[in-house]
């Protein structure tokens, strides 16, 4: 199995910045892509940020210009500045992977509260 484990979420003015992490451990062979989702209170999930292992990077629209995700090796982040209280939400690490037994998996970490909140 493989764990996925998020930090760094808290509570932000609007315009400030926030920095997550994600960690990853386990056994796997290899790791396709890791991204970030974030789901508000009646909302459904929504991806806000893919990176793959090749290194290319999609962003929602919302937060193009103001996020920035980056990987190193099993290790996420997510840089975000000019936050918006529509940015609130809790925010989960994804990992796409293909495990020691070769099949394609998605491995989901528990999430983390974004509170953006003057």
């Known amino acids: 199995q493989v764990q996925l484990v998020e930090s760094g979420g808290g509570l932000v003015q609007p315009g400030g910045s926030l920095r997550l992490s994600c960690a990853a451990s386990?056994?796997?062979?290899?790791?396709?892509?890791m991204g970030w989702y974030r789901q508000a209170p009646g909302k459904q999930r929504e991806l806000v940020a893919i990176?793959?292992?090749?290194?290319s990077t999609n962003y929602a629209d919302s937060v193009k210009g103001r996020f920035t995700i980056s990987r190193d090796n099993v290790k996420l982040y997510l840089q975000m500045s000019s936050l918006k209280p529509e940015d609130a939400a809790v925010y989960y690490c994804?990992?796409?992977?293909?495990?020691?037994?070769?099949?394609?998996?998605?491995?989901w970490g528990q999430g983390t509260q974004v509170t953006v909140s003057s």
């Open positions: 994804n990992a796409e992977i293909q495990t020691i037994r070769f099949e394609r998996r998605e491995y």
């Open positions: 386990g056994t796997f062979f290899n790791i396709y892509a």
């Open positions: 990176i793959t292992n090749g290194g």
